[in-house]
């Protein structure tokens, strides 16, 4: 039995073509373009001076997390090792539960929870036995987080609906169409790896890596400002797009007038 470290002993191979432009890499542009979580990470602590202050805790958190998740990615796509395929995988899991855990409208628990810190407990028990079973069985895992992400997507949906806000409506709306993309690369280039082959463009995979990183900003602006809406009655939560809104492609943010003296 080969080592779970070694080159190619993971169970999925994306379409881009094996070592074609180094013999260290195995695939090069799905490697590189994971770059895009060290540029976003920073992009969304500094923008989100506002709620940094509110919650520095829960943001380190998560930027350490999605940090994470790039050095992850690049290890996998690098070597392609089932060690890597894992990490890839469980840094999604654990960093999809760091969220549900902290950033859960409570509104939305189970009726036998009572606050949150029993709703991150269980959490972390699911957390734990998800784990356990995608060594198990690590080629369901990626379905497995898809689905999650698709329930947060419809919690959101839940959400929006409620919210008579138009600018959070139009924010949820651009989310969704950059998760659309991104998902659209994802499944393409899994499914569809002949077609590309034949148009000589292999490289989708590395696209879903910059347009779920989009998608993620948008997402968890979204996240936060539904979090000081609930937990910071009085506030005035408001969206700001950097570079600017009308640019094509811009990074959303939220500013929080009438601030408290939060504890
Ligand atoms: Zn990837």
Not at 123 to 141: D, H, Q
Not at 205 to 228: E, P
């Amino acid at each position: 039995m080969s080592s779970i470290f070694a080159y190619l002993s993971a169970e999925v191979d994306w379409c881009e073509g094996n070592f074609e432009h180094s013999e260290y890499i195995a695939e090069y542009y799905n490697t590189i373009s994971n770059l895009i979580f060290f540029i976003m990470t920073p992009f969304m602590i500094i923008l989100n001076f506002d709620y940094m202050k509110y919650r520095p805790g829960r943001v380190r958190s998560l930027a350490f997390m999605v940090v994470f998740i790039g050095v992850s990615s690049i290890y996998f796509h690098m070597t392609l090792s089932y060690a890597g395929q894992l990490l890839d995988e469980l840094s999604i899991l654990w960093t999809m539960g760091l969220s549900y855990g902290c950033w859960f409208p409570m509104h939305h628990f189970p009726p036998f929870i009572k606050n949150r810190e029993q709703f991150a407990y269980m959490v972390g028990i699911v957390m734990v036995v998800s784990t356990i079973m995608s060594f198990i069985k690590p080629v369901v895992n990626a379905y497995a987080l898809n689905s999650v992400a698709i329930h947060l997507l419809y919690v959101i949906f839940l959400e929006v609906k409620r919210n008579t806000n138009p600018r959070a409506r139009r924010l949820a709306g651009i989310t969704v169409i950059w998760w659309s993309i991104a998902i659209s690369c994802w499944i393409a280039d899994k499914f569809f790896c002949e077609f590309c082959r034949m148009i000589n463009f292999c490289y989708l995979h590395s696209l879903w890596h910059i347009f779920i990183n989009l998608a993620l900003m948008y997402l968890s602006t979204l996240i936060i400002y539904l979090d000081v809406l609930y937990e910071m009655p009085g506030s005035e939560p408001n969206f700001l797009y950097w570079p600017s809104e009308k640019s094509l492609i811009s990074l959303p943010y939220l500013v929080i007038g009438k601030s408290h003296k939060w504890c």
